[in-house]
């Protein structure tokens, strides 16, 4: 590169124009920002580890309670008698997989609380579709619900049930992790 009459010019004049000045304030605003974002952070941090800790201990809830609810035998358990394909759900195992289940309807509730203002903002079209999605899982969940009313024994309305729950799980992961992503 050649060095021109012109850049010693532009040198000088920028020399001429340099201009400094006390900022006593500058640094503590600078140091005070860094430690709120830092504060934010561990807070994100800190609810993400909560909201998995709790969806893991949900999962395993709800593991246990269908486990109750199919009647898993062990390898070696004698063969059910003649004609009994499936047992009834007793009214005590009915009970046990609505608490399983209600307690995990409360975890998923409280990562969709977490995530709704993700969600409502939908400023890309990523998230509105995230949107749409939980709107219509809401919808065949409030279906499924009304379903199992009619009839709380049903076993396979259950586990369809569960299986749109997960789904919603998942997708408010999805939604989460586009947050952390963004960050």
């Given at each position: 590169m050649k060095h021109t009459l012109e850049d010693?010019?532009?040198?000088?004049?920028?020399?001429?124009?340099?201009?400094?000045?006390d900022s006593p304030e500058l640094?503590?605003?600078?140091?005070?920002a860094l430690a709120a974002e830092a504060a934010r952070a561990e807070r994100r941090r800190g609810l993400r580890v909560r909201t998995w800790l709790s969806l893991a201990a949900a999962a395993a809830v709800v593991v246990l309670g269908l486990s109750v609810l199919l009647r898993v035998r062990a390898p070696g358990e004698g063969v059910p008698a003649a004609g009994a394909e499936r047992r009834l759900l007793t009214d005590k195992a009915l009970r046990e997989v609505e608490r399983t289940e209600n307690d995990y309807v409360r975890s998923i509730d409280e990562l969709s609380r977490v995530a709704e203002p993700k969600v409502e903002e939908a400023g890309s079209p990523l998230m509105m579709?995230?949107?749409?999605?939980?709107?219509?899982?809401d919808s065949a969940i409030a279906e499924c619900r009304a379903r199992i009313d009619r009839n709380r024994f049903n076993a396979r309305l259950r586990r369809e049930l569960l299986s749109l729950y997960q789904e919603k799980q998942h997708t408010l992961q999805q939604v989460m992790k586009e947050d952390a992503d963004a960050l």
């Open positions: 010693d010019e532009i040198s000088r004049a920028a020399r001429e124009l340099h201009r400094e000045w640094w503590p605003r600078i140091q005070a579709s995230y949107r749409e999605k939980l709107l219509l899982l």
